[in-house]
């Protein structure tokens, strides 16, 4: 692997998601792999998982770690060819990448989307610009349109927890006070497409994501009929795709409860809103598999730079 950007940089879900279950197991048995290796965690929006999983996963892996928060700790960044920087802009994203890559062997990048321009957004200006101007591996890790390092966890998470081959599973929007991002959802459908499990999408009209992402996944709007008979209900809010950026729907008949939930495992990447997403009384409870997932994203992150650093 020379980057992990998107799920389409993994050749084998499968493969991968068995590596990462056998590190799971033996977490420090490659700590050789990444001595004297250095990562570099970046981040332009806030972090708790993703910025401690990550770092464990690097320790485990015998790897130096250094984090630097861009947003409040580094020089803004400038990002367009040929800008005259007389504005607010002191760096160019040119100098910024080549320099870090010199002081890391492995970027890791979160940037958000601003969720006002779409088609900044869909070009993924700020991870690609990165990526074109290191000269060392970059990890996506949450970008304005995808979350790799999480949808690996939550297939981890759906292959451990599965008593059946084909498990029925269920992402519903759910509502949220802020309008978020696409990038959980995105690349929790894709990674659901790369695997065997019966697989459908429920939502109010109005918040469609990227039909490019969703392609022949069945859309439910009704929820309760797509809810039925699921193994795994994994819930999330997201704005309007159509509509950018915009809250449209408020519904709290949305919110999962756990007569919704009946049988099945409940997952969310977290941060969680309680009682506006999910009800307590379905967190709360052994059918959620919350606290598992956030456990799997250490060994999702490790799977991927072992993939990385095997690949130097
Ligand atoms: C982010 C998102 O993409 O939805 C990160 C999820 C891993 N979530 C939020 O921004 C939630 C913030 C909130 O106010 O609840």
Known sequence: MKQYLDLEDINDLDGLIQKAIALKSNPFNHQDLGRNKTIGLLFFNS?????????????????????????????????????????????????????????VDIMALRAFPTLTDKAQDQKETILKSFQKYASVPVVNMESATAHPLQALTDAITIVEHSTIKRPKVVLTWAPHPRALPHAVPNSFAKAMQMMDVDFCITHPKGYQLNP??????????????????????????????ADYGKVLCNDQSWMITSK????????HCLPVRRNVIVSDQVLDSDQSLVIQQANNRTYAAQAVLKELLESM
């Open 47 to 103: 972090s708790l998982r993703t910025r401690l999983s990550t770092q464990k996963a690097a320790q485990n892996l015998g790897m130096n770690v250094m984090t630097l928060d861009l947003k409040t700790d580094s020089w803004q960044l400038e990002f367009e060819d040929g800008s005259i920087m007389d504005a607010n802009t002191a760096e160019h994203i040119k100098e910024a990448a080549a320099v870090i890559s010199q002081y």
């Open 212 to 241: 490019e992402i969703t392609r022949n996944t069945r859309i439910i709007y009704d929820q309760d009929e797509a809810l039925m008979n699921a193994d795994f209900v994994y819930a999330k809010n997201w704005s309007s795709y």
């Open 260 to 267: 919704k939930l009946n049988n099945a495992k409940f997952m």
